[in-house]
């Protein structure tokens, strides 16, 4: 008999094919407690699941006795008690290298978008404003030979150091918990402590996951050590900058403005003050969304869900050690 899955994601045809070639799925439109309830018996059988962007944490585990493996269509684990999965002896398994460059490409387009102010002056264009030969209030700031800071040094950092160095110019620096060799030879990376960072740099760039040290690790004071023309870019995950010192720094002019593709709360609410500053472009959170990066990790989900419930992990594993 095949082992049961629970799928809480939709998956293409062919995908959903593969998947269904090894196990007996169940899908479901999330991990809510009316569908634990609706569908209690396949909850109750399944060896696997495989989605993304809903809290698995004890209690989701309380009806999932026979788990072996969580398979998350993401880099991103914060939604995953992950300590929990562990001492279950649950593999969680992630999409980590396949979305590396289309992230970067996306915390390029917010450096951009907010030093050339690109959302803003377009739809000063639809608002027929466009009236005449645009005058500095149009204008924005040079990227090209700015000095960029990134915060975190993992893939997406060093594919945001390549497009910044070979492309704009751009002077980098890092934080991140160990030296990286590879950003320092081929980028000609520096390494610092976060407050020089945050003093020296035109763009501080998160490219940072959301753990414990994280947590609000932007705040008021970090803020005020930024110079007052830098920018401020997340595209790590949203607690780690705390969202309403944010809003004050950029209603008070500490910092010049903010890309944001990831917010304390997703959606961003509708009232959220960051959507009426006009210094502020906030993104929905599209970091890996384009057609061929989103259709490359849901396929690597499936292989890792095939691969964790076959037992023959090789890579993509956020905890090893049930493995053994
Ligand atoms: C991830 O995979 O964690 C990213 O946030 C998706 O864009």
Same mark, same amino acid.
């Given at each position: 008999m095949k082992p049961s899955v629970i799928l809480y994601k939709t998956l293409p045809d062919d995908l959903l094919a593969r998947l269904e070639s090894h196990f007996s799925v169940t899908q479901v439109s999330s991990l809510s407690p009316e569908n634990l309830q609706q569908h209690a018996d396949a909850f109750a059988k399944a060896e696997g699941i495989l989605g993304s962007s809903e809290t698995v944490g004890k209690e989701f585990l309380s009806h999932t006795p026979k788990l072996r493996a969580a398979s998350t269509? /993401?880099?991103?684990?914060?939604? %995953?008690?992950v300590d929990a999965l562990t001492s279950r002896g649950i593999a969680l398994m992630h999409t980590p290298t396949v979305l590396t460059e289309t992230v970067a490409d996306t915390m390029m387009t917010l450096v951009l978008a907010t030093a050339r102010r690109a959302v803003e002056v377009a739809e000063r264009v639809k608002a027929g404003?466009?009236?005449? /030969?645009?005058?500095?209030?149009?204008f924005g700031i040079d990227v090209h030979h700015k000095t960029l800071g990134i915060l975190g040094m993992g893939r997406i950092g060093l594919a945001l150091a390549q497009r910044a160095h070979f492309g704009f110019n751009m002077p980098i620096l890092y934080n991140a918990r160990r030296h990286h060799q590879e950003a320092e030879d081929r980028f000609n990376a520096r390494y610092c402590d976060l407050d020089t960072l945050l003093a020296e740099s035109d763009f501080v760039c998160i490219s940072l996951p959301l753990t414990d040290e994280t947590?609000? &690790? @932007?705040?008021a004071e970090q803020l005020a050590k930024m110079k007052s023309s830098a920018i401020l870019i997340n *595209?790590?995950?949203?607690? !780690?900058?705390?969202e309403k010192a944010l809003i004050q720094a950029l209603v008070d002019g500490k910092i010049h403005a903010a890309g944001l593709d !990831? %917010?304390?709360?997703?959606? &961003?609410? !509708?009232?959220?003050p960051l959507l009426s500053l006009p210094n502020v472009v906030a993104l929905?959170? @599209?970091? /890996? *969304?384009t057609h061929e990066t989103r259709y490359n990790m849901a396929a690597c989900a499936v292989d890792n869900l095939i691969a964790a419930l076959t037992g023959d992990v090789k890579e993509n594993c956020v905890n090893p050690q049930v493995l053994k």
């Open positions: 269509v /993401s880099v991103g684990y914060d939604n %995953f008690d404003e466009w009236t005449g /030969s645009i005058g500095a209030d149009w947590y609000h &690790l @932007i705040g *595209a790590g995950r949203g607690p !780690v900058v705390d !990831v %917010f304390e709360q997703e959606p &961003l609410p !509708v009232d959220s929905p959170h @599209i970091g /890996s *969304a």
